[in-house]
């Protein structure tokens, strides 16, 4: 399987993410921003903070020219990831529904953070049982996911909404106050992901779990 992981000034996230996939035997590439072509089964936008997090997260990483190929990629119906950053970057492009606000107490959290398994019919997650808790870091200071009551109400009965935050026991535990706790959405045709939290860094058991590398093994 092809992966090609695009990275832009800013963006942190890119070996580690290479580093996970790699793992997985994939055949991975890191791509700059200003190249203009890809050739990929996967192409992950990773986290990071592309370029600065000025103006506004992801609001100008979405005018790089390998956007335009982003963009085609989803059209000829491929897969696209987006972790944190690049989360944000597909909500900047019209990708996926929604907008990432601030976190509600204004603090850029880092830490480990349970999640829940809302829906494992998509690629992604079909390695994960409906319901399953998993443990994944996050990090990020604007992850206050929000989207309008229609486009709710799509995400909910199209099982479009993939995570949600909770406690070790599955318990409503939203650490940034987004809509109905949510931590992760896909499109409609379950070609396109994003969520705050970063798989890529838990795929190690002695670096704190390998929740993470069960989510990322649902596209091999």
């Known amino acids: 399987m092809k992966v090609a992981i695009v990275t832009f000034p800013g963006t942190n996230c890119e070996r ?3 580093y996970a996939f790699d ?7 890191i791509i700059w921003h200003k190249n203009t072509n890809i050739n990929a089964d996967l192409v992950i936008l990773p986290g990071g903070f592309s370029y600065g997090d000025y103006l506004r997260t992801a609001a100008i990483a979405k005018f790089s020219p390998i956007m335009k190929s982003v ?3 989803a059209k000829k119906g491929g897969y696209i990831l987006g972790i944190c950053n690049g989360f944000q970057m597909l909500v900047e492009l019209n990708l996926l529904k929604g907008a ?6 204004l603090n850029f959290i880092s830490k480990y953070h349970h999640v829940k398994v809302i829906s494992n019919d998509n690629k992604f997650l079909r390695n994960c049982q409906k319901d399953e808790i998993l443990n994944i870091p996050i990090a990020h200071g604007e992850g206050n996911y929000y989207a309008s009551d229609d486009d709710i109400k799509q995400l909910q009965d199209n099982e479009q909404i993939l995570l949600t ?23 409609k045709e379950k070609r396109i992901f994003g969520l705050m939290p970063h798989p890529e860094r838990a795929i190690e058991k002695e670096l704190g779990g390998v929740d993470g590398l069960k989510m990322l093994k649902g596209f091999i």
């Open 23 to 29: 793992k997985l035997g994939c055949d991975t590439e």
């Open 165 to 187: 935050y909770c406690d070790k026991d599955g318990n409503s535990s939203n650490p940034n106050g987004s809509v109905l706790d949510i931590a992760g959405i896909c499109d």
């Open 16 to 18: 580690d993410t290479k």
């Open 100 to 105: 990432l606000h601030k976190n509600l107490d």
């Open 71 to 73: 963009v085609d990629h």
